[in-house]
Structure formats: structure tokens, C-alpha cells
């Protein structure tokens, strides 16, 4: 399993970015791929994931209503839309996947992804 993501950058405030996490490796079938983010001192927070098994998807509060996850399955990749971005949401940026479902519900706990990515930074300046 090889996840790398791109499209992360410097951007103003309301603006607009989008993210893609191409995977290798393994089939979007039976998992969960989703993206989190860590900002300079702070732990890391899961953003957004689609559940391939069911089409369930998940935001996190901070990101609701900006934020909108896809995928292409015949590219095996899938995209973080982020769109009226705001100071806060600087950070890195992973994309992290797990086969088979979650454990914890409502929430997104980076211990129960397996595979991740490198990292792309998003830069938003105010």
C-alpha cells in the first residue's frame, strides 16, 4: 500500500485548494481512506474520510459545509476540494487508509489507519 498526496501550497484566506492522494498497491474496495492534518504545535486531527464499502463519508466540525471529499476509482485517487480556507486550516496535510471498517464511530482516530502518506503542506495566509 503506497499513498502520496499533492496539491497542497500557499493560498490566501477564502481561497481554494484541492488535494489528491493517489494509491497504489490495493483496490478502494473495503476501505477507508481519509485525510488528517497536523498544524505546527498541535496533534494531529482527522478532516474528512470515505468508507469504500458503504459510501459513508465524514467531516470534521472545523471543516463542514468547506470541505468535500471524492474520489476516481478508475485513477485510485482520491481528492480533498477545500475550498473559503481560513488561517487555521494551515497545516500538513496526510492522507492515511485502513482496510476493512473503523472501530471508533463519529470521529476519525489516526491509530486505526494503517498506511499513510508523506504529506503535503497547505499554507493559508491571512
Known amino acids: 500500500v503506497q499513498l502520496v498526496e499533492s496539491g497542497g501550497g500557499l493560498v490566501q484566506a477564502g481561497g481554494s485548494l484541492r488535494l489528491s492522494c493517489a494509491a497504489s498497491?490495493?483496490?478502494?474496495?473495503?476501505?477507508?481512506v481519509g485525510w488528517f492534518r497536523q498544524a505546527p504545535g498541535k496533534g494531529i486531527e482527522g478532516v474528512s474520510y470515505i468508507n469504500f464499502s458503504d459510501d459513508d463519508t465524514y467531516y470534521a466540525d472545523s471543516v463542514k459545509g468547506r470541505f468535500t471529499i471524492s474520489s476516481d476509482n478508475a485513477k485510485n485517487t482520491v481528492y480533498l476540494q477545500m475550498n473559503s480556507l481560513k488561517p487555521e486550516d494551515t497545516a500538513v496535510y496526510y492522507c492515511a487508509a485502513q482496510w476493512g471498517g473503523l472501530i471508533t464511530m463519529g470521529t476519525m482516530v489516526a491509530s486505526e489507519f494503517k498506511s499513510w502518506g508523506q504529506g503535503t503542506q497547505v499554507t493559508v495566509s491571512s
Open positions: 498497491g490495493f483496490a478502494f474496495d473495503d476501505y477507508v
